[in-house]
T-cell receptor, first 109, second 113 residues
């Protein structure tokens, strides 16, 4: 079983819609959770992190964490074509970051 | 700040050759990470350093891989001898803390023929 699981997609949404990206993790002791965005041919860049159960909002982005269900999600409101990228979920546990394989998001104009 | 700097950006080599990838972390960041990314396996941690000391190298796939960090501003990842299955994008990342944001370099795309 992988430490972090994501649906590879692609997830296609129309411009202006809400994109919902999901991630599950295997270790209940995981301490912190991150979402990275990676454009094609580029390096990952951090867009959100969350440590506690509940929601955390930053502009158009909302990260949601449910430790009981071992589930992390990222909502992107008012999706733009520039949001089209691969989104990597990362989990910090026992001195290591574990990355999911990423979900590819396509936002159609 | 210049960010994490990696070189070379692209490397094409033949099987059996030695490959050396280089990384300059962000000044003041005590943690340095080497990752490998492929379509099949995603982003995998190879090794990480804290204050120039290797802390966890359990992700290094074989003895053909070695990494060093002789000082706070420079690290190398060496593959000797290289094999076609080593073809991947190798990312270096640095962080000011153990649990904080990872700042990635632009990556070194390695192709082993």
């Amino acid at each position: 079983q992988k430490e972090v699981e994501q649906n590879s997609g692609p997830l296609s949404v129309p411009e202006g819609a809400i994109a919902s990206l999901n991630c599950t993790y295997s270790d209940r002791g995981s301490q912190s959770f991150f979402w990275y965005r990676q454009y094609s041919g580029k390096s990952p860049e951090l867009i959100m992190f969350i440590y506690s159960n509940g929601d955390k909002e930053d502009g158009r982005f909302t990260a949601q964490l449910n430790k009981a269900s071992q589930y992390v999600s990222l909502l992107i409101r008012d999706s733009q074509p520039s949001d089209s990228a691969t989104y990597l979920c990362a989990v910090y546990n026992f001195n290591k970051f574990y990355f999911g394989s990423g979900t590819k998001l396509n936002v159609k104009p | 700040d210049a960010g994490v700097i990696q070189s070379p950006r692209h490397e094409v080599t033949e099987m059996g050759q030695e490959v050396t990838l280089r990384c300059k972390p962000i000044s003041g960041h005590d943690y340095l990470f080497w990752y490998r990314q492929t379509m099949m396996r995603g982003l995998e941690l190879l090794i990480y350093f804290n204050n120039n000391v290797p802390i966890d190298d359990s992700g290094m796939p074989e003895d053909r891989f070695s990494a060093k960090m002789p000082n706070a501003s420079f690290s190398t990842l060496k593959i000797q001898p290289s094999e076609p299955r080593d073809s991947a994008v190798y990312f270096c990342a640095s962080s000011p803390t153990r649990t904080g944001e990872l700042f990635f370099g632009e990556g070194s795309r390695l192709t082993v023929l």
